[in-house]
């Protein structure tokens, strides 16, 4: 079992930015690919970013890409969603998961986290 929970999450302004962690703790966080989603209200969950066990491959969505940034620290078994020039429409409770390759974590991840609450505010 892999256990994460998410952390960073809050108000913010239009334009602003936030970083999201997620802590990781259970089986050995370095041989996870990690992702990031997030599930807006009335709206199913959405894929945003994943990443390798190494950190050296990345993907990202169409709507975040260039906006955020996935990263981890395999040292400090955490991986962060950096969002930069947040908009209303990224209103969302953020959910990190954890899988066996970048494939997986991006479409059928092994565990998730419990979420953390992000308002953007116009």
């Known amino acids: 079992q892999v256990q994460l929970v998410e952390s960073g999450g809050g108000l913010v302004q239009a334009g602003g930015s936030l970083r999201l962690s997620c802590a990781a703790s259970?089986?050995?966080?370095?041989?996870?690919?990690m992702g990031w989603f997030r599930q807006a209200p009335g709206k199913e969950r959405e894929f945003l970013a994943a990443?390798?066990?190494?950190?050296?491959?990345?993907t990202y969505a169409d709507s975040v890409r260039g906006r955020f940034t996935i990263s981890r620290d395999n040292a400090k078994n955490t991986v962060y969603l950096q969002m930069n020039s947040l908009k209303p429409e990224d209103t969302a409770v953020y959910y990190c998961?954890?899988?066996?390759?970048?494939?997986?974590?991006?479409?059928?991840?092994?565990?998730w986290g419990q979420g953390t609450q992000v308002t953007v505010s116009s």
């Open positions: 998961a954890a899988g066996g390759t970048i494939v997986v974590v991006a479409k059928h991840p092994a565990y």
């Open positions: 259970g089986r050995t966080f370095s041989n996870y690919a």
């Open positions: 990443i390798s066990q190494s950190g050296g491959v990345k």
